[in-house]
């Protein structure tokens, strides 16, 4: 009797679609692996960790419709396959830059803006576990705040940001501690040389922060693009002086003083759900490295009403406003992986809350919750508007101005979808024993 109802309330829900949308999405990682049944797990995993917004294992499990089993069994076959030495864990990444290789063709850019960033992920009560290290965080500070030390595992990614669906290229969740660490810059130089390995036939742009401010890491990218925030600009380097042909040598931060501003332009800074105009004063100077001579450019650019300036490094040529301009605005770029990051963690997937206790089964699950914020964003960017936006209201959309309709709502939808049908499905297994409360 039950299942009448059941079938009417799962004929007016998204199933079938969704179910074809994650299928198809983590296939180029299903199918790498060597058995249909783990073959199986992974657009379960993904299910799960969305459905449950948790990478812990019985939460994810309990994210799954009774028809697979019960808790515990979906449990037991995540475990197993965290642990599983048919396949390494190099499969599973191969499998995750698959899906960023397939989106980055999809939406066929001119040219690839690559984020490199490297990350750490908080463990604060954990003092046993395989591998934990040291590590440094400044989100949230101390009471103080400033950065603090405290445990947990370092990481550094890779992602394609300039395109609609974040395209993850390296990912590398690690230990300070273990026999195979030889440095966090060696894990930036391995990003560099599987993105290009990726991405063959497109022109890289690689954008970093200020960590990214070191002539190892120039000389790395020597035959790529890039753009890097500049932090020592008490660095002695060789200016062109363009009047006589001639090099001289001068410190960084006294160009930087003297800049002649040789253009303006207006951007817009977006932040807490508020916009704000800002018009930038721009200069560069054309320099070299003393002891390399690898050519570079520093672009200087000042805000005036809040007297900010900022200092970009880059080897692209800058002859002209238009140039410096689209360098600035590729470099912000940057904080599309700073965005990921905070939907990986957070209110979103809440990847710090890994409770396996072996390193190779956190970077297992690390690939698998980075797989699952990017089917997010896949759905948002391929399913039809109404569509996505029935999945917002379900997520909790007010259909107001203020409402910002980013992808934690549509993960709140996914995660109500998803619940829905393990009530449904549970309810029609085993009946609640209305019995039971029946009077007399």
């Not at 965290?82 to 499998?95: D, E, P, V």
């Not at 690690?174 to 990726?198: C, G, K, M, P």
């Not at 500049?230 to 001068?250: F, G, I, K, S």
Request: hydrophobic share 45%; charged share 20%.
């Amino acid at each position: 009797m039950v299942s009448i109802p059941f079938a009417e309330a799962i004929s007016k829900l998204p199933v079938a679609e969704l179910q074809h949308t994650i299928e198809e999405f983590v296939r180029p990682v299903s199918r790498r692996l060597p058995d249909v049944r783990l073959q199986r797990i992974v657009p379960l995993a993904v299910q799960g960790i969305v459905s449950s917004e948790s990478p812990v294992i019985t939460q994810m499990a309990q994210g799954i419709p009774r028809a697979e089993g019960s808790v515990w069994a979906v449990a037991k076959r995540f475990y197993r396959f965290l642990g599983n030495a048919h396949f390494t864990t190099a499969t599973l990444n191969q499998g995750l830059y698959a899906v960023g290789q397939r989106t980055v063709q999809r939406e066929d850019p001119e040219y690839v803006v690559v984020a490199l960033d490297p990350v750490n992920f908080e463990k604060p009560y954990t003092h046993a576990l395989d591998g934990v290290s040291v590590v440094h965080k400044s989100t949230p500070p101390d009471l103080q705040g400033h950065a603090r030390l405290t445990r947990g595992y370092p990481a550094v990614t890779a992602a394609v940001v300039n395109t609609c669906v974040p395209a993850v290229t390296y990912a590398h969740w690690f230990s300070y501690t273990s026999a195979d660490f030889v440095s966090e810059n060696r894990e930036v130089q391995q990003a560099i040389h599987t993105t290009q390995a990726l991405l063959p036939a497109y022109q890289r742009r690689f954008v970093m922060d200020s960590g990214g401010d070191d002539k190892k890491i120039f000389a790395w990218l020597a035959d790529e693009e890039f753009v890097i925030r500049a932090c020592h600009l008490e660095r002695l380097v060789e200016v062109h002086n363009a009047h006589t042909d001639q090099w001289e040598r001068e410190a960084l931060e006294d160009l930087v003083a003297v800049t002649l501003w040789q253009a303006e332009f207006g951007t817009q800074f977006h932040h807490a759900g508020a916009t704000r105009q800002a018009t930038l004063q721009v200069g560069w100077y054309r320099l070299r490295l003393p002891d390399t001579h690898q050519p570079l450019w520093a672009v200087v650019y000042y805000e005036a009403a809040i007297d900010r300036t900022t200092v970009l490094l880059t080897n692209v040529p800058v002859t002209k406003p238009k140039t410096a301009q689209q360098v600035y605005r590729d470099w912000r770029l940057r904080g599309r992986i700073e965005h990921g990051y905070r939907f990986d963690q957070e209110q979103g997937l809440d990847v710090e809350d890994m409770r396996v206790q072996s390193r190779q089964a956190m970077q297992r699950l690390f690939v698998l919750v980075l797989l699952a914020a990017q089917f997010v964003f896949h759905l948002i960017d391929t399913w039809p508007p109404a569509a996505v936006t029935w999945l917002r209201r379900l997520g909790g959309k007010l259909d107001l101005m203020i409402d910002r309709d980013g992808p934690y709502l549509v993960l709140r939808g996914l995660a109500a979808l998803w619940q829905a049908l393990v009530t449904l499905s549970w309810a029609a297994i085993e009946p609640f024993p209305h019995r039971l409360f029946a009077p007399g």
